[in-house]
């Protein structure tokens, strides 16, 4: 069973979190969780990190990850980063879940208006799957092709915008 939940940095789990975004997203374009860390500093301690969790009768195992960094860049917007799940549990729907716990997140406790994220080429169906829509045209970034992508939640109807019951 894969559950997802949300961890500090000081999480047992963290470590494997670290190593899969460096074996899914960073290592192939020749960064590491330090590297990362030193690029973009106080971010990695600022991000809200998503993992989801296999179950093993040997331990937990992280098998997909997500980052959120909330009021980026300014207060009601977050971005989504650090997105991956393992090359054997891909297809799953492991992904969607991760995405679906960020957005209840941001759009629920958190109260943002608008999530983005820089989506790579290869990813630009599975956002989209997800009601992600471009922002932006295509541009570098890490040696790779990115666009923008952005989610906002619809208005939630409410019982008074429910059509009238027919009396009889
Ligand atoms: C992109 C990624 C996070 C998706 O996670 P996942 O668990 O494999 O995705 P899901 O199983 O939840 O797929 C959800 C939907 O997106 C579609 N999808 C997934 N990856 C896709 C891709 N690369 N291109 C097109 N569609 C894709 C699936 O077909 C599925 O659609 P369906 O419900 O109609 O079948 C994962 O494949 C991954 O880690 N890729 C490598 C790292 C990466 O690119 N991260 C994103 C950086 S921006």
Redesign the pocket.
Known sequence: MVTVRRITLDDPLYPQECALREA??LGPIGLNVPKFKAMFPGVEERFEHFVAVFAHPSGPRVV?CATLLPDYPEPGIGKLMQ???DLQ?????????LVVAVEQRAFGELGLRELF????D?????YG??GWTFDSDVFEEAGVP?RRMVFRPGPVESEDDAPPVPQD
């Open positions: 899914v997203l997909g997105m991956a799940v549990r891909q297809g799953e729907g492991i992904g969607t879940r994220c820089h989506a790579r290869t990813a630009y169906g599975f799957s997800l990115h």
